[in-house]
């Protein structure tokens, strides 16, 4: 299973936080999007799941062009609601809420925003639908869900039985039009790769979260 991060959007490159805001891709999105989806269209993908926003769909819309594949879209895919912090710059998330930051950066898993969602939250409904796609896989089959930057790192933890505060702490979140590869192993679920993309990630930005 490929657990693919949309192309970059203006709010990324502006540092603002999107949450469940429906941004579209920027240009630079869109040129990553492309790229992305003509490398992993050479593997056997048989399913294409997306988040139902613009910035996740929009993504899928590119590998399902080169595949002929019809997008599946699913709301559960989206990404974490992060309250009041929707549609603000991180330097004022920064200054007006730094003990809800703080608790991040020790690892907590505090409600976003005040009104949002925990990253708990995000984990019980991505991985009902990780669930539920997998008796629809054959042997050998492909399948690549196009979501956003927690909710990808949410399900891929979950999946490996990390918990929220060990993904937090040791995983990279990853870049736009990334993604990560899980596969299953007699013994369960595993990660095999992590950040995959083409060409240089480009300049760092702010997380969906």
């Not at 139902?52 to 599946?72: K, M, N, Q, Y």
């Not at 990390?162 to 596969?183: F, K, M, P, T």
């Amino acid at each position: 299973m490929v657990v693919w991060r949309h192309g970059e959007t203006e709010h990324n490159a502006g540092g603002i936080y999107q949450g469940q805001l429906d941004s579209h891709l920027s240009a630079r999105g869109r040129r990553q999007a492309a790229a992305a989806a003509a490398r992993l269209a050479e593997r056997p993908v048989a399913r294409l799941l997306s988040s139902d926003l613009s910035r996740a769909a929009d993504t899928a819309d590119e590998l399902a062009a080169l595949t002929g594949l019809p997008v599946e879209h699913d709301a559960r895919l989206r990404e974490i609601h992060v309250g009041r912090w929707q549609g603000l710059a991180h330097t004022e998330v920064l200054a007006r809420f730094p003990q809800a930051l703080a608790a991040l950066d020790r690892g907590e898993d505090p409600v976003r925003g005040e009104t949002g969602e925990r990253v708990a939250d995000v984990q019980v409904r991505v991985r009902a639908v990780f669930e539920e796609l997998l008796p629809r896989l054959g042997p050998g089959e492909t399948a690549v869900v196009a979501t956003h930057g927690m909710a990808s790192r949410a399900l891929v933890a979950d999946v490996v039985g990390l918990s929220a505060r060990q993904a937090w702490l040791s995983l990279v979140g990853l870049h736009n039009c990334h993604w990560a590869e899980l596969v299953e192993h007699r013994t369960g679920w595993r990660l095999e790769s992590w950040n995959v993309g083409v060409g240089p990630p480009g300049p760092a930005s702010v997380s969906d979260r």
